[in-house]
């Protein structure tokens, strides 16, 4: 339902790459609610033309930008400020990547090389984008920060693979980082702990499917939807939530609380 929680408000989306991205339920609900936007990812997600699509429909620029590259980062924090007209009130990460995990690597044998590139991509970026919008000053008062995590920072999910740590330092980065840009200009930084979510990126993972289907029945309202996250990021990126910073925040129908539920038994 759209009410203009937004309305005014200018942000930065990273990470939609199709209609099942959470970026992109994100990227259409922040239009819904008022807001203006940039969308962004990696140059070689526009070879897809999707997010181009996205883009024309919302009536938005998306502009490519490599996470790792402080010069991208800089351009896309650059080129959004002159287009949407001003300084940068929202920004959603939502970015993770893991060549182990596409090239079926166990967890005992991972490619080093390989997980510094999972480090860089999908936490390390978090901080190079914190970090470029620091120096420039590129966010208003009182704007809001946000990364996509997953309970594996916390409990072990061994087919998560080295994605696990990269959540940790994600986490991590967003209290560091938190304490800082509070200080600084009151932008708050958090995380929201998602539900298992059927993305392109999230069906990836090696028995996706069957875990999909017990975090379901594990959690007392069941897995939240890329919809309901997309509600929640706009509640975060709104003056409603202006005192909530460096938290990780669970949303996952309760399943972080629960020990065991009787309805995954057979019994």
Known sequence: MANNLLEGKRGIIFGALDDKSIATKVAEQCVAQGAKIT???????????????LAERLECE????????????????????????????????????????RKKREYTNLKYEWMQKTFDISAISFHKVMQVAFQKEAMNE???????????????FPDYNEMAESKSLLESFARSFGYHFGTHNK???????????????GSGVKGFDVFFDYADKMSPLGNASAEACADYCIFMFSDLSRYITMQNLFHDGGFSNMGMNPSVLDI
Do not use: C
């Open 39 to 53: 969308l962004t990812n990696a140059p070689v997600a526009f070879r897809f033309g999707e997010i181009q699509k």
């Open 62 to 101: 998306a502009i490519p930008a490599d996470a790792t590259s402080l010069e991208d980062l800089e351009n896309l924090f650059d080129t959004s400020m002159e287009v949407l007209g001003g300084k940068i009130d929202f920004v959603l990460h939502s970015i993770g990547m893991s060549l182990n995990v």
């Open 142 to 156: 009182w704007g809001s920060i946000l990364a996509l995590s997953y309970i594996a920072a916390q409990r072990t």
């Open 187 to 201: 932008v708050r930084v958090n995380t929201i702990s998602q539900s298992p979510t059927k993305t392109t990126a």
